[in-house]
Structure formats: C-alpha cells, structure tokens
Nanobody, 120 residues
C-alpha cells in the first residue's frame, strides 16, 4: 500500500506559478510511474504529466512548455512546477503512483487531491 499526500495547491492569478508536491509513504525508487492528473468540474480526470523511475517524462499537450514534473527520490516526493497558469488549469490535482509487482500485478494509488484555482 502506497499513501500519497499532495500539497501546494491554492488560488493564483493568471500568469502566476504554483508548485505541487506529492509525498509518498515509501521509497519511490520502486514505483514504475508517478504522475499528476487533474479533474475540473463536470469533466473527466485527465493526465497532466508523468515521470518514470528512469525519469522519462510525458506531458499533456495543453501544459507542454508551462509545467515541469520532477522527482526527488531521497525525499520520496514528486513535484509539479506550474508556470504561466491559465484559468483553464483550474481543477483538483491528484497524484498517482503505478507500482508493478514481480508477479506483474499492477497497482494504482491516488492521493486525496489538492485544489488549484486560477483567476482571470
């Protein structure tokens, strides 16, 4: 069982920046993929950015060039640096961890979410 705790959300004006943090309850070295997802009111949850254990990254087209995902294995933390924020970035942001066991069973873990609100 991996517990994830997000922090860093808040209210910011358009053009501003926020950094989200996701603290895991265990070492993230063995976690295959960690990522950030978001869900706006009335919309489906969508992938924002992911990072593998080898630090390969992937971003949604809507955030490329503005958001950066990174990981600090020693601190068991994944970050999402969000710059040039837009009102359409307003959503609850969730941290996700994908862990594949030696028997190839895959587990998905989610944090409780943190609200990001961007005012125009």
């Amino acid at each position: 069982q991996v517990q994830l705790v997000e922090s860093g959300g808040g209210l910011v004006q358009a053009g501003g920046s926020l950094r989200l943090s996701c603290l895991a309850s265990q070492s993230i070295l063995s976690i295959n993929v960690m990522g950030w997802y978001r869900q706006a009111p009335g919309k489906q949850r969508e992938s924002v950015a992911t990072i593998t254990s080898g630090s390969d990254t992937n971003y949604a087209d809507s955030v490329k060039g503005r958001f950066t995902i990174s990981r600090d294995n020693a601190k068991k933390t994944v970050y999402l640096q969000m710059n040039s924020l837009k009102p359409e970035d307003t959503a609850v942001y969730y941290c996700n961890a994908v862990l594949t066991r030696p028997d190839h069973t895959t587990y998905h873990y989610w944090g409780q979410g943190t609200q990001v609100t961007v005012s125009s």
